[in-house]
Nanobody, 115 residues
């Protein structure tokens, strides 16, 4: 099992930046993969960015070149640096961890981008 705690959401103007952090309750190198998802009301949760245990990353087309996922093993943390934010990035962002075929989720953090 793993518990995940997100932080860093908030309100920002279009073009601005935010950094989300997700702290895991176990060493991140013991986790197969971690990712950030987002969800808006009435829509399915969608993958934003992911990082594997080996460090491979992947991004949704809509955030490629603007968002960067990274990790800090000394703090059991995965971060999402979000630059050039757009109003359509507004959503609740969730941290995800996959361990032994099971998915674990954080409580979510709201990101609101004003135009």
């Amino acid at each position: 099992q793993v518990q995940l705690v997100e932080s860093g959401g908030g309100l920002v103007q279009a073009g601005g930046s935010l950094r989300l952090s997700c702290v895991a309750s176990r060493p991140i190198y013991s986790i197969n993969s971690m990712a950030w998802f987002r969800q808006v009301p009435g829509k399915q949760r969608e993958l934003v960015a992911g990082i594997t245990r080996r460090g491979s990353t992947n991004y949704a087309d809509s955030v490629q070149g603007r968002f960067t996922i990274s990790r800090d093993a000394t703090k059991n943390t995965v971060n999402l640096q979000m630059n050039s934010l757009k109003p359509e990035d507004t959503a609740v962002y969730y941290c995800n961890a996959e361990v032994s075929g099971y998915d674990y989720w954080g409580q979510g953090t709201q990101v609101t981008v004003s135009s």
